[in-house]
């Protein structure tokens, strides 16, 4: 037997060798002991927590957990081998000392440090149909870093995202899941011949605070643009990728050359929102996670014998696992109207019971499907290089894990038919509700029920409105106002001037071109005299207290207010202030509720 199975290779364990320093995150070699001779060790979990089949689960790197025809001799590369403990180290039954040397441990051993509860030892990095979510865990994760980060597989997107962890703002992490048949028994499913498409993507946005999220479904038929993508070449080279305009946002991914760069491109033009990282999974992640963790459970309001899918479900409540779970997220005609998007609220059902699965002390407390997660996600997970390494996606997983999942909301992005289409195929952004949503995100603002952020919000602009806005209002018609551009949309000006006039009655208005230098936020300035005029304009372009600067001294007669529009302005009647609420219509969901799919 080689060095690194049951047998010894001139008695000496290599793992032995090492040891762990909690830190640096990283093993150094044990200092040599003469005469020291080390004693069997136990399996990597738990020498009491057997495999499902009854086995012990296998050691990083004996030849139990290696695949066949992958074989390998002790530490070829000068792998670390994984620290284990010592049978002949266990003291006596009448707790007296073990000989060997003083305090009856051999010479040069450490005294053991009190055993941690397997909860905090676990290396938790979990996963989602197509993306996956990593709860935190306790520095002890790397003590089998070496063997994870090798199955990790990561993708170099360039300047198309980075950053988010460890700052004091938001993370938006891309969540793909790509249709590329890759991986065994996959061969009927998604487009053949193809390099796959973005086909399931969810914008996970994790609030500052890290008090909540929202999850963004995003439709694979919406019709968009995407812009010219910057892809690196496996020889270093960089190549751009020529944009298209008006078609599936599916494409943003695996056609023509495009990256999951591209992708984070294309929904940052879309929403708005600085994607940061993403990261990608195809088929066998559903398939592979689902076994790991004992299965999913799923509610359906009536049977479903998807002749497609070749799901096979009877009504009521099911544990799912392995081929019947991709069957489950990926059937489409059982369902609602049979669309995709009723497939997406199907999908959002499964994510949110997977997280509750993943979350409970069953997953948690159990060291084989500990073992069997981690191997599983990290073999699934393509990244990019930002978070390319099991230390990374650690530090991510610490950030996040304080998240309750009752204030983890998941919603569709808003759209409606595409109405260049007779036979309805694609959608289209629904503007007056999409553009709201974004501005809840890029303001941070949540759509769960966190009592503490919405109590302090509410507390907040209420002093801003009594402060700012209480008082009369005047006419329409009686205020007077100059509309400068200080933003980047070209003649914004006008078109504001235009629908005031027209739609709003505010005749009294003028254009005053280009502001003397750009600004990030619309500002209104006004005298004292000017207030109830400066309170109706608020009120008719939803500006926000903020927005209102009040100067000392009071204008003439026809001197008018001085509306300057910034960078936050998005189009003429388009609220300026960012809703406290989700509009009427967007259905929503929170991952701490089961819902039957029908």
């Given at each position: 037997?080689?060095?690194?199975?049951?047998?010894?290779?001139?008695?000496?364990?290599?793992?032995?060798?090492?040891?762990?320093?909690?830190?640096?995150?990283?093993?150094?070699?044990?200092?040599?002991?003469?005469?020291?001779?080390?004693?069997?060790?136990?399996?990597?979990?738990?020498?009491?927590?057997?495999?499902?089949?009854?086995?012990?689960?296998?050691?990083?790197?004996?030849?139990?957990?290696?695949?066949?025809?992958?074989?390998?001799?002790?530490?070829?590369?000068?792998?670390?081998?994984?620290?284990?403990?010592?049978?002949?180290?266990?003291?006596?039954?009448?707790?007296?000392?073990?000989?060997?040397?003083?305090?009856?441990?051999?010479?040069?051993?450490?005294?053991?440090?009190?055993?941690?509860?397997?909860?905090?030892?676990?290396?938790?990095?979990?996963?989602?149909?197509?993306?996956?979510?990593?709860?935190?865990?306790?520095?002890?994760?790397?003590?089998?870093?070496?063997?994870?980060?090798?199955?990790?597989?990561?993708?170099?997107?360039?300047?198309?995202?980075?950053?988010?962890?460890?700052?004091?703002?938001?993370?938006?992490?891309?969540?793909?899941?790509?249709?590329?048949?890759?991986?065994?028994?996959?061969?009927?499913?998604?487009?053949?011949?193809?390099?796959?498409?973005?086909?399931?993507?969810?914008?996970?946005?994790?609030?500052?605070?890290?008090?909540?999220?929202?999850?963004?479904?995003?439709?694979?038929?919406?019709?968009?643009?995407?812009?010219?993508?910057?892809?690196?070449?496996?020889?270093?080279?960089?190549?751009?990728?020529?944009?298209?305009?008006?078609?599936?946002?599916?494409?943003?991914?695996?056609?023509?050359?495009?990256?999951?760069?591209?992708?984070?491109?294309?929904?940052?033009?879309?929403?708005?929102?600085?994607?940061?990282?993403?990261?990608?999974?195809?088929?066998?992640?559903?398939?592979?996670?689902?076994?790991?963790?004992?299965?999913?459970?799923?509610?359906?309001?009536?049977?479903?014998?998807?002749?497609?899918?070749?799901?096979?479900?009877?009504?009521?409540?099911?544990?799912?696992?392995?081929?019947?779970?991709?069957?489950?997220?990926?059937?489409?005609?059982?369902?609602?109207?049979?669309?995709?998007?009723?497939?997406?609220?199907?999908?959002?059902?499964?994510?949110?019971?997977?997280?509750?699965?993943?979350?409970?002390?069953?997953?948690?407390?159990?060291?084989?499907?500990?073992?069997?997660?981690?191997?599983?996600?990290?073999?699934?997970?393509?990244?990019?290089?930002?978070?390319?390494?099991?230390?990374?996606?650690?530090?991510?997983?610490?950030?996040?894990?304080?998240?309750?999942?009752?204030?983890?909301?998941?919603?569709?992005?808003?759209?409606?038919?595409?109405?260049?289409?007779?036979?309805?195929?694609?959608?289209?952004?629904?503007?007056?509700?999409?553009?709201?949503?974004?501005?809840?995100?890029?303001?941070?603002?949540?759509?769960?029920?966190?009592?503490?952020?919405?109590?302090?919000?509410?507390?907040?602009?209420?002093?801003?409105?009594?402060?700012?806005?209480?008082?009369?209002?005047?006419?329409?018609?009686?205020?007077?106002?100059?509309?400068?551009?200080?933003?980047?949309?070209?003649?914004?000006?006008?078109?504001?001037?235009?629908?005031?006039?027209?739609?709003?009655?505010?005749?009294?208005?003028?254009?005053?071109?280009?502001?003397?230098?750009?600004?990030?936020?619309t500002t209104l300035e006004f005298a004292p005299n000017q207030a109830d005029q400066a309170r109706k304009l608020a009120d008719l372009m939803g500006l926000p207290a903020s927005a209102l600067k009040q100067g000392t001294e009071d204008a003439e007669p026809l001197e008018p207010m001085t509306l300057t529009l910034g960078a936050d302005f998005e189009g003429a009647g388009v609220p300026i202030a960012a809703p406290t609420k989700a509009p009427e219509g967007i259905p929503q969901m929170e991952a701490d509720k089961q819902i039957c799919a029908g």
């Amino acid at each position: 037997m080689d060095a690194q199975s049951r047998g010894r290779a001139g008695d000496i364990d290599p793992a032995d060798q090492w040891v762990f320093d909690p830190e640096t995150g990283d093993y150094r070699l044990r200092p040599s002991s003469p005469g020291t001779r080390p004693a069997a060790s136990s399996s990597p979990a738990s020498s009491a927590s057997p495999s499902p089949s009854g086995s012990a689960a296998p050691r990083p790197g004996s030849r139990a957990g290696s695949r066949a025809g992958n074989r390998r001799a002790a530490s070829p590369r000068g792998e670390v081998p994984r620290q284990r403990r010592r049978r002949g180290a266990e003291a006596p039954a009448g707790g007296g000392p073990t000989g060997g040397g003083p305090g009856g441990r051999a010479a040069g051993r450490r005294k053991a440090k009190p055993k941690k509860s397997r909860k905090n030892r676990a290396l938790v990095w979990t996963g989602g149909v197509t993306a996956f979510l990593i709860v935190g865990t306790s520095a002890a994760a790397y003590y089998l870093y070496d063997h994870f980060n090798g199955n990790l597989s990561t993708i170099d997107v360039g300047n198309a995202g980075n950053g988010g962890f460890g700052t004091d703002g938001p993370i938006n992490i891309l969540l793909i899941g790509t249709d590329k048949r890759t991986g065994k028994g996959n061969e009927g499913y998604g487009d053949n011949g193809s390099g796959g498409h973005a086909d399931t993507t969810f914008l996970f946005h994790v609030a500052a605070d890290r008090t909540n999220a929202t999850v963004l479904s995003i439709p694979r038929d919406l019709i968009t643009d995407i812009p010219d993508c910057p892809t690196k070449q496996e020889d270093g080279s960089t190549e751009i990728i020529p944009g298209t305009p008006g078609t599936r946002f599916n494409n943003s991914l695996g056609q023509e050359g495009r990256d999951p760069g591209c992708t984070m491109r294309t929904v940052k033009e879309l929403t708005g929102l600085d994607v940061h990282h993403f990261m990608m999974a195809d088929f066998n992640a559903v398939k592979t996670l689902t076994t790991a963790i004992g299965g999913v459970e799923v509610c359906l309001e009536k049977p479903v014998k998807d002749p497609k899918s070749h799901l096979d479900l009877p009504a009521g409540k099911s544990t799912i696992m392995g081929e019947d779970a991709l069957a489950f997220v990926r059937t489409r005609k059982s369902f609602g109207n049979s669309s995709d998007l009723d497939r997406i609220k199907v999908q959002q059902q499964f994510l949110s019971s997977m997280i509750r699965k993943l979350k409970s002390n069953d997953t948690l407390t159990d060291p084989g499907k500990m073992w069997k997660l981690a191997e599983a996600v990290t073999k699934a997970l393509t990244v990019d290089t930002g978070i390319g390494t099991i230390k990374k996606l650690t530090q991510f997983g610490q950030e996040i894990s304080g998240i309750n999942t009752k204030n983890i909301s998941f919603v569709t992005l808003p759209v409606k038919d595409n109405p260049a289409e007779i036979v309805k195929a694609t959608v289209v952004l629904d503007e007056a509700k999409a553009r709201p949503l974004f501005s809840m995100l890029q303001n941070d603002v949540s759509l769960t029920e966190v009592e503490k952020k919405e109590k302090a919000a509410k507390d907040k602009a209420k002093k801003e409105q009594e402060a700012l806005l209480k008082g009369e209002r005047a006419a329409a018609s009686d205020v007077r106002v100059e509309v400068l551009n200080g933003g980047d949309t070209a003649g914004a000006a006008q078109t504001t001037l235009t629908w005031l006039q027209n739609s709003q009655g505010v005749l009294k208005s003028s254009n005053g071109g280009n502001a003397p230098k750009k600004i990030a936020k619309t500002t209104l300035e006004f005298a004292p005299n000017q207030a109830d005029q400066a309170r109706k304009l608020a009120d008719l372009m939803g500006l926000p207290a903020s927005a209102l600067k009040q100067g000392t001294e009071d204008a003439e007669p026809l001197e008018p207010m001085t509306l300057t529009l910034g960078a936050d302005f998005e189009g003429a009647g388009v609220p300026i202030a960012a809703p406290t609420k989700a509009p009427e219509g967007i259905p929503q969901m929170e991952a701490d509720k089961q819902i039957c799919a029908g």
